[in-house]
């Protein structure tokens, strides 16, 4: 079993910096993906960022150049700065990680552990 806390978030105005910080706890074996997920008011949940325990990561388009992932697999924290930001980045943002063993590359059910979610709020 794995625990996810997200931390940071909260309101900026567009063009500004928030940073989210996501600290996993419990047992965990092997590697796993962990990515960031989002979901804004009346929209489906979206993939914003993943990375593999190489730190190998990818990006939706619209957050390419913007946003940046990182995890620190010593601490089990996954990181997300985010620059530049505009008001259509205002979502809920989760922070998500696969069963040991399953890559990025696997659809959202694969992702069998959520943190609760943490409010970024991006006024223009």
């Known amino acids: 079993q794995v625990q996810l806390v997200e931390s940071g978030g909260g309101s900026v105005q567009a063009g500004g910096s928030l940073g989210l910080s996501c600290k996993a706890s419990g047992s965990t074996y092997g590697s796993y993906c962990m990515g960031w997920f989002r979901q804004g008011p009346g929209e489906q949940r979206e993939r914003v960022a993943d990375i593999e325990s190489d730190g190998s990561a990818s990006y939706t388009d619209s957050v390419k150049g913007r946003f940046t992932i990182s995890r620190d697999n010593a601490k089990k924290t996954l990181y997300l700065h985010m620059n530049s930001l505009k008001s259509e980045d205002t979502a809920i943002y989760y922070c998500?990680?696969?069963?040991?063993?399953?890559?990025?590359?696997?659809?959202?059910?694969?992702?069998?552990?959520w943190g609760q979610g943490i409010q970024v709020t991006v006024s223009s």
């Open positions: 998500a990680a696969t069963h040991p063993g399953v890559g990025c590359s696997a659809p959202l059910a694969a992702f069998g552990y």
